[in-house]
């Protein structure tokens, strides 16, 4: 095996999705803490000196206690370069999640033991099946009372339609939970309370090894060789195929307060989740293991260091070994890009990449120059696809208090939308900015963020308008007249692109009978 492969073969980047309070970020806290990547829950280790950097690092994650940026964490573990990606658990912020989970193979789906299947859970999901996204559940806090581990299963079955496979079983649950059975590799995990390792794993030969009766009482004993045997025979038989096809899920029980089933789910990682795999663009598949460096930005982030105004590209390698100080090819300007310093990541501590292979994430300082969907390559035109920008539900109409600072607050929303926090509208006629959003949330965080990153207080106000399309057609005549037959209603967007704002439904439905030679996009590739 070439050099090259080796290390492609050994990366895993993954994402974490979850319903808010499954404990997601708790689960990935302790990921990091068992890949050496952190000395304590909540504390990244820095160079130098202790650091309080968490994973939910922007001011309103800590405030609400939620997730509502994606954030990129690297460590190693078991020979194996995990890219860990932590997105939104918050619904209003599912177009960060569904962009974050272009960049992966693989996910874990973090579940609640009390609470199964949510909303949020089933939302996600779908975004994962529509990219076939092999998915390893997590049944979290089995140190709580909570629903029956074969209703968990049935749940998940019967609500995502997705076959699981229990790859290891609880023994108890609550203050009775002692530990876990490995299903797969026939061995033993105990919780031993109290203690933070919980690296205590006894080597079985089967559910019938006497060792059982001696670690075990013999009430937990007996339901556990019960219980086993029934699981597996209601379930289907784990086969990697079909995992990886995203047809099957393996399942595994823990409580991640407890450090209790996250090193098993590491190495299930290991075992199961694919290495990085052939990317799709509008020319060609294109193949992790080719020479040549190619990838797409998947995610823009802004002032994740307030005192330096940075500006920080999320890019997802897809071919080929890339060193610093690469010279790239920028596809969408067609300029050459310099790569001076991209970055390693762990939430928004950083460190700079000598060189990053094939399913790395790394970070690309820039001063507006890349943008979501962006590709660059060593040359080839390469305009990678699924990258999709979605019209917003929800409009309002934004101002500065202090009208001296209109453009300044221009200035912030530009580099917000860039971002992907919301998207902006400028109206051909009059001079006010209209934001839209898809989750209610959005607006508020938008406000905080233009307000403390940008030092200009907003205002926001009910728009009276309904909806916003991007509209497009196969003659640029037609668009032109389109434009000038309703000028009103007419804004660009921040590429400047053209979008047309109804007013209420049926005026968009009126407006798209009258016009049928022109396309109005729920949807928008932002390659394009």
Same mark, same amino acid.
């Given at each position: 095996?070439?050099p090259l492969n080796a290390?492609?073969?050994?990366?895993?980047?993954f994402?974490?999705?979850s319903?808010?309070d499954?404990?997601?970020?708790t689960l990935t806290?302790k990921?990091l803490?068992?890949?050496g990547?952190?000395?304590?829950?909540?504390?990244?280790?820095a160079?130098?000196?202790?650091?309080?950097?968490?994973?939910?690092?922007m001011?309103v994650?800590?405030e609400?206690?939620?997730?509502?940026s994606?954030s990129?964490m690297t460590?190693?573990y078991?020979?194996?370069?995990?890219?860990?990606?932590?997105?939104?658990g918050?619904a209003?912020?599912s177009?960060d999640?569904?962009r974050?989970?272009t960049?992966?193979d693989?996910?874990?789906?973090?579940?609640?033991?009390?609470?199964? +299947?949510?909303n949020?859970?089933?939302k996600l999901?779908?975004v994962?099946?529509?990219r076939?996204?092999?998915?390893i559940?997590?049944i979290?806090?089995m140190?709580r009372?909570?629903?029956?581990p074969?209703e968990?299963?049935e749940?998940?079955?019967e609500?995502?339609?997705l076959?699981?496979?229990?790859?290891s079983? !609880?023994i108890?649950?609550?203050?009775?939970?002692?530990?876990?059975?490995?299903?797969?590799g026939?061995?033993?995990?105990l919780?031993?309370k109290?203690?933070?390792d919980?690296?205590h794993?006894e080597e079985c030969?089967?559910? &019938?090894?006497?060792?059982l009766?001696?670690?075990l009482p013999?009430?937990?004993v =007996?339901?556990?060789?019960e219980?086993?045997p029934?699981?597996?025979?209601l379930?289907?038989?784990f086969d990697l195929?079909?995992?990886?096809?995203?047809?099957l899920s393996?399942?595994?029980?823990?409580s991640a307060?407890n450090n209790?089933?996250?090193r098993?789910?590491?190495k299930g990682?290991?075992?199961?989740? !694919?290495? !990085?795999?052939p990317r799709a663009?509008?020319?060609r598949?294109?193949?992790?293991?080719? =020479?040549?460096?190619?990838?797409f930005?998947?995610k +823009?982030?802004?002032n994740?260091? !307030?005192?330096?105004r940075d500006r920080?590209?999320?890019f997802r390698l897809?071919?080929?070994?890339?060193?610093?100080?690469?010279?790239l090819h920028?596809v969408?300007?067609?300029k050459?890009?310099?790569?001076h310093?991209p970055l390693?990541?762990l939430?928004?501590?950083?460190?700079?990449?000598?060189?990053?292979?094939?399913?790395?994430?790394i970070?690309?300082?820039?001063h507006?120059?890349?943008?979501i969907?962006d590709?660059l390559t060593?040359?080839?035109?390469?305009?990678f696809?699924?990258?999709?920008?979605?019209?917003?539900?929800?409009?309002?109409?934004?101002?500065?208090?202090?009208?001296?600072?209109?453009k300044h607050?221009g200035?912030?929303?530009?580099q917000?939308?860039?971002?992907g926090v919301a998207?902006?509208?400028?109206p051909q006629?009059g001079?006010?900015?209209i934001?839209g959003?898809?989750?209610a949330?959005q607006?508020?965080?938008?406000?905080?963020?233009i307000?403390?990153?940008y &030092?200009?207080?907003a205002?926001?106000?009910?728009s009276a308008?309904?909806?916003?399309?991007?509209?497009e057609?196969?003659?640029?005549?037609?668009?032109?007249k389109?434009?000038?037959a309703?000028?009103t209603e007419i804004?660009e967007?921040h590429?400047?692109?053209p979008?047309?704002?109804?007013?209420n439904a049926w005026?968009m439905d009126?407006?798209v009978?009258?016009?049928?030679?022109v396309?109005f996009?729920k949807?928008k590739?932002?390659?394009?």
């Amino acid at each position: 095996m070439s050099p090259l492969n080796a290390e492609i073969s050994r990366r895993r980047t993954f994402a974490i999705i979850s319903h808010p309070d499954a404990g997601k970020t708790t689960l990935t806290e302790k990921l990091l803490l068992f890949g050496g990547a952190i000395q304590m829950a909540g504390a990244v280790k820095a160079r130098g000196k202790a650091r309080n950097t968490q994973s939910d690092w922007m001011k309103v994650e800590a405030e609400r206690g939620i997730s509502v940026s994606s954030s990129v964490m690297t460590y190693e573990y078991g020979g194996c370069a995990f890219n860990l990606l932590d997105t939104p658990g918050h619904a209003d912020f599912s177009e960060d999640t569904y962009r974050t989970l272009t960049a992966v193979d693989s996910a874990v789906m973090v579940l609640d033991a009390a609470k199964g +299947i949510e909303n949020q859970t089933r939302k996600l999901f779908e975004v994962c099946r529509l990219r076939d996204i092999p998915i390893i559940t997590f049944i979290n806090k089995m140190d709580r009372d909570g629903r029956d581990p074969f209703e968990l299963l049935e749940d998940i079955e019967e609500s995502l339609a997705l076959d699981v496979t229990p790859a290891s079983w !609880p023994i108890g649950m609550g203050r009775d939970f002692l530990g876990c059975y490995d299903v797969l590799g026939d061995r033993l995990a105990l919780l031993e309370k109290g203690k933070t390792d919980q690296d205590h794993v006894e080597e079985c030969a089967g559910l &019938d090894d006497p060792k059982l009766d001696a670690l075990l009482p013999a009430g937990a004993v =007996e339901k556990l060789r019960e219980e086993v045997p029934l699981a597996k025979g209601l379930c289907q038989e784990f086969d990697l195929g079909t995992f990886l096809e995203g047809h099957l899920s393996p399942v595994f029980f823990g409580s991640a307060i407890n450090n209790f089933g996250v090193r098993e789910l590491l190495k299930g990682l290991i075992a199961m989740a !694919p290495p !990085p795999t052939p990317r799709a663009t509008e020319e060609r598949l294109v193949s992790p293991g080719e =020479e040549k460096v190619s990838g797409f930005v998947f995610k +823009i982030q802004a002032n994740m260091d !307030p005192k330096h105004r940075d500006r920080i590209a999320f890019f997802r390698l897809s071919s080929g070994r890339l060193k610093r100080g690469m010279k790239l090819h920028h596809v969408r300007s067609g300029k050459p890009f310099n790569l001076h310093n991209p970055l390693l990541f762990l939430a928004q501590d950083r460190a700079t990449a000598e060189d990053a292979w094939a399913g790395d994430i790394i970070g690309i300082p820039n001063h507006g120059s890349l943008r979501i969907g962006d590709a660059l390559t060593e040359g080839e035109d390469l305009k990678f696809t699924g990258i999709p920008s979605f019209a917003p539900e929800l409009l309002k109409t934004i101002r500065p208090e202090d009208p001296m600072r209109a453009k300044h607050l221009g200035r912030a929303l530009r580099q917000l939308a860039e971002e992907g926090v919301a998207r902006i509208f400028r109206p051909q006629i009059g001079n006010e900015w209209i934001i839209g959003a898809i989750g209610a949330l959005q607006f508020e965080v938008l406000a905080d963020r233009i307000r403390t990153e940008y &030092d200009v207080p907003a205002l926001l106000e009910a728009s009276a308008l309904h909806t916003a399309r991007w509209i497009e057609a196969d003659e640029a005549q037609t668009i032109k007249k389109f434009i000038k037959a309703n000028s009103t209603e007419i804004a660009e967007d921040h590429d400047g692109h053209p979008v047309f704002l109804a007013r209420n439904a049926w005026r968009m439905d009126q407006v798209v009978k009258d016009w049928p030679g022109v396309r109005f996009l729920k949807t928008k590739e932002q390659t394009r």
